[in-house]
């Protein structure tokens, strides 16, 4: 995740507020656009989008994979 680009606050913001879509493999995806100014690997960006694909477990939700896009 930190590698990617992304924070905690980012993907629980995704989870609870993001766009939510069906999967493979009993999966759920969600998606959330963050309007935030900023330098990625020195390229600016005004924009990074989170993808993410989990699984819920009981209460809680398992994050298998976070995908992180700037543009």
């Not at 989870?15 to 999966?27: M, N, T």
């Not at 989008?49 to 992180?68: M, N, P, R, S, Y």
């Amino acid at each position: 995740m930190a590698e990617r680009g992304a924070t905690a606050a980012e993907v629980g913001a995704t989870i609870q507020q993001g766009e939510g879509f069906p999967a493979k493999f009993d999966r759920n995806g969600f998606r959330r656009n963050f309007a935030v100014k900023g330098t990625w690997q020195g390229r600016p960006y005004q924009n990074k989008q989170i993808e993410l694909f989990a699984v819920k477990e009981g209460d809680d939700w398992v994050v298998l994979t976070v995908i992180v896009k700037y543009f």
